[in-house]
């Protein structure tokens, strides 16, 4: 399961069965960090997901800003909950996945919760490309 962290809306990505390939994609509308990895958990469970890949953002040069001290603090919560947490570099993923609504036809104003879900598809299946 990989996870797209932001402040109001979550896009979270889920693999198939055989870990090959993003499947299922939601938004989990939270602005409250423990809420939110309750929930993220509980998704996890449901779905018997065992590892968790959360976006990392990255300034382009490699540094670390505050968004990302955001998501190292969420992967604390995560692993509190039980759950391994990989923190993925995500530098791109949101722009990329603009790019790729646009390219389909999809205006981004009316799909931001979309945008969400894609960045974290794309979160994935750069995961799932390297392992």
């Not at 090959?20 to 018997?48: H, K, N, S, Y």
């Not at 800003?65 to 791109?92: C, H, N």
């Not at 609504?101 to 750069?126: C, M, P, Q, W, Y």
């Amino acid at each position: 399961m990989a996870i797209d962290y932001g402040d109001a809306r979550t896009g979270i990505a889920v693999s198939d069965m055989l870990g090959m390939l993003a499947g299922e994609t939601f938004v989990i509308q939270e602005w409250d960090p423990v809420r939110l990895a309750d929930t993220i958990a509980a998704q996890a469970r449901t779905r018997e997901v065992s590892t968790l890949v959360l976006g990392l953002p990255k300034n382009m040069d490699g540094s670390e800003g505050p968004r990302a001290e955001k998501s190292r603090a969420l992967a604390a919560l995560l692993e509190q909950r039980g759950f391994a947490v990989v923190l993925w570099d995500e530098r791109r993923t949101t722009v990329d996945a603009h790019r790729i609504l646009r390219e389909n036809g999809k205006r981004e104003k009316k799909h931001k919760a979309t945008v969400d879900a894609v960045a974290a598809a794309l979160i994935l299946e750069g995961y799932l490309g390297s392992v």
